[in-house]
């Protein structure tokens, strides 16, 4: 039997060593051609190209391709839709939703949500079945945990800087509302945490900061506008106007660059002059993910400092 070329049994730059093998070529020929080329080996049973990288796309073509049933949805189909979300872009388990019920937990590092799935939910994005943006949101709604889920709605109802690449927002809390209509699990809660979402958020650390603030009985005004004498409008990521304390979440990791983090500093700066800010407290993303307890301190400390110079 004729072998037909590997690159001819390519898809989406994943080759399945059961295509190979239907193609004509015996199992230890096909391992040294591949060793020999540089073929990665994605996952058992699947191989990509040599000199590609093996980002999320490909983790998720190839499992597809295996398991052509499952549908990419919570974390992986908002991640392959640039909505941000906590955690490293490609690590980590993918996650897919089996809309037949049908398919057995048998591939290494993938979570395979069994519930209801209809055909309008399921869109085509770089040659991959996603779930939408409403449904890939309503998912993380019900699945939680509640923070991990309002940066991911946050991220998507707000134009955002994702891996580089600048998108306008991709939904609205009408349509997330709608979504959350379906009779699934989780839903009553997830109702509940969509009511917290603030589109006005920018970025992950925001989000979580004001959630922490929330639970701790604070309630700040967000992105506040304010008039800086000669310069015009700067909006403060949150304000307690009563008490002239403005809150800031810096950090260039979450802001894009390194030159927007220095903007950020001039702005800072800026923000001090204007009379309706007293004190300014400035926290960065490591501040609000792994001490948000004594960013709480502070900020109460401050408030109580406020009330009495008031």
């Excluded at 650390?205 to 929330?214: G, N, P, Q």
Aim: aromatic share 6%; net charge positive.
């Amino acid at each position: 039997m004729e072998r037909t070329e590997l690159k001819g049994l390519v898809e989406g730059g994943v080759l399945l060593t059961s295509r190979a093998l239907a193609g004509g070529w015996s199992r230890v020929p096909l391992f040294r051609r591949l060793g020999q080329e540089g073929w990665t080996r994605v996952r058992s049973g699947a191989w990509v190209e040599p000199g590609q990288r093996v980002d999320l796309g490909l983790r998720v073509k190839a499992a597809q391709l295996l398991k052509p049933r499952l549908v990419a949805s919570h974390g992986s189909a908002a991640r392959l839709w640039r909505i941000e979300v906590l955690g490293p872009v490609d690590a980590g388990p993918l996650e897919f939703t089996d809309p037949g019920l049908s398919v057995r937990q048998s591939l290494a590092d993938v979570r395979i949500h069994r519930i209801p799935l209809s055909d309008t939910d399921v869109v085509a994005r770089w040659g991959l079945r996603v779930t939408d943006v409403p449904r890939t949101l309503a998912d993380l709604l019900r699945a939680g945990p509640r923070n991990d889920a309002l940066v991911a709605v946050e991220s998507a109802l707000a134009y955002r800087t994702v891996s580089r690449v600048r998108r306008a927002p991709l939904t609205t809390l009408a349509a997330l509302s709608f979504a959350l209509e379906a009779p699934l699990r989780g839903g009553v809660r997830a109702q509940g945490w969509l009511r917290l979402a603030d589109p006005r958020s920018g970025s992950p650390a925001e989000t979580v900061a004001r959630l922490h603030m929330l639970d701790a009985g604070l309630r700040p005004e967000s992105q506040a506008e304010l008039h800086v004498p000669g310069r015009g409008r700067r909006f403060l990521d949150f304000l307690f106007r009563k008490e002239g304390l403005g809150v800031e979440i810096e950090g260039y990791a979450y802001h894009g660059s390194r030159d927007a983090h220095r903007r950020d500093v001039a702005r800072f700066n800026e923000v001090l002059q204007c009379p309706e800010v007293r004190n300014l407290l400035r926290y960065t993303a490591e501040d609000v993910f792994w001490r948000p307890r004594r960013m709480i301190e502070e900020i109460r400390a401050a408030l109580d400092g406020g009330r009495a110079w008031g």
